[in-house]
């Protein structure tokens, strides 16, 4: 990953959630969305979208007089690196053992044991280099 992406807490991934789903969105919108299916207060869902801004996850202009949020952080980008810490979590960051733990119960076809193989030994599937 060429940057390294802000650290968010769980309550703020929801609302990139709803930002990555519905910008360009205003203030009023996530949190008229988030009250429906959290138990915050608009105070809170004000504060998570603040500190968002302050750490480069959201970006937002004024529109009128309404505030207008968009990502700067792509979802992909962000699932990607939710992967790694996954990982890192759950297995110590050993790759190998949560895939030996999926080959033995038969989830990875033929396939999918091929890209792991490529990518592996540093060659995507699609035959171009990766740079990590």
Do not use: C
């Not at 759950?90 to 190998?96: L, Q, R």
């Amino acid at each position: 990953m060429s940057h390294d992406l802000p650290q968010i807490s769980e309550a703020e991934f929801e609302v990139m959630k709803i930002v990555w789903k519905h910008a360009p969105i205003s203030t009023n919108e996530i949190t008229e969305k988030l009250l429906r299916t959290t138990s915050w207060s608009p105070k809170t869902i004000q504060t998570l979208i603040k500190r968002l801004v302050n750490k480069g996850a959201l970006t937002y202009e004024k529109q009128s007089r309404v505030f207008v949020y968009t990502p700067l952080v792509k979802e992909d980008e962000y699932i990607g690196q939710a992967s790694n810490s996954f990982l890192t979590r759950f297995y110590n960051g050993k790759i190998a053992s949560m895939v030996s733990a999926y080959i033995e119960n038969d989830r990875l076809s033929e396939a999918e044991i091929e890209d792991l193989r490529s990518l592996l030994s540093g060659k995507s599937p699609k035959g171009e280099s990766q740079h990590g």
